[in-house]
């Protein structure tokens, strides 16, 4: 089993709707959960960390953990075009270790 | 003012050559990377330093040589290249935990 697990997609949704990307994670020790969008050609960039069970919510994002299914999601609402990329989920088991990163789900926004 | 700078940009040379990717970050984090990324994309681990120190040391061909001269700056040195070491590199520093990525070096190993 992979330690972090993405649908590679691509996922596509119309313009307005909400967008819903998962990740399962191996290490139920795990601490510290993060989802990273990358451009085609560019380098990632952090949207959201979350640290505990439920919801945490930024903008346009909300980013859910259940770590009891070792689950982690994010959703984009009202999904525009320039939010197609590349979503890395990724997995921090402490401070000390060093960072996993799943393969990534590629999102396209239909105009 | 950029945060992690990393050149060349592109790298495009004949198996067997060595080539080496410098990078460096003016944000002032004790901890740098090297990672891997394929044409898959998968993004994965190289090296970790902080302070100059190697602290991950992930399952890399020792034809893989990083060198961390100063905290700001992490040197990644490739001899006698492959063609499956074609990839984008990424360097990233990091304060905590969030990563800061350079823009990356494109690999291509003919």
């Known amino acids: 089993q992979k330690e972090v697990e993405q649908n590679s997609g691509p996922l596509s949704v119309p313009e307005g709707a909400i967008a819903s990307l998962n990740c399962t994670y191996s290490d139920r020790v795990s601490q510290s959960f993060f989802w990273y969008r990358q451009y085609s050609g560019k380098s990632p960039e952090l949207i959201m960390s979350i640290y505990s069970n439920g919801d945490k919510e930024d903008g346009r994002f909300t980013a859910q953990l259940n770590k009891a299914s070792q689950y982690v999601s994010l959703l984009i609402r009202d999904s525009q075009p320039s939010d197609s990329a590349t979503y890395l989920c990724a997995v921090l088991k402490t401070s000390y270790d060093k960072v996993i990163f799943g393969p990534g789900t590629s999102l396209s926004v239909i105009p | 003012d950029t945060a992690v700078s990393q050149t060349p940009k592109y790298l495009v040379t004949q198996m067997g050559n060595d080539k080496s990717i410098k990078c460096e970050q003016n944000l002032g984090h004790d901890t740098m990377y090297w990672y891997k990324q394929d044409s898959k994309k998968f993004l994965k681990i190289m090296f970790s330093?902080?302070?100059?120190?190697?602290?991950i040391n992930e399952t890399v061909p020792n034809r893989f040589s990083p060198k961390s001269p100063d905290k700001a700056h992490l040197n990644l040195h490739i001899n006698s290249l492959e063609l499956g070491d074609s990839a984008v590199y990424f360097c990233?520093?990091?304060?905590?935990?969030?990563?800061?990525f350079g823009p990356g070096t494109r690999l291509l190993v003919l």
């Open positions: 990233a520093s990091s304060l905590v935990e969030t990563q800061y």
């Open positions: 330093y902080n302070n100059k120190e190697l602290i």
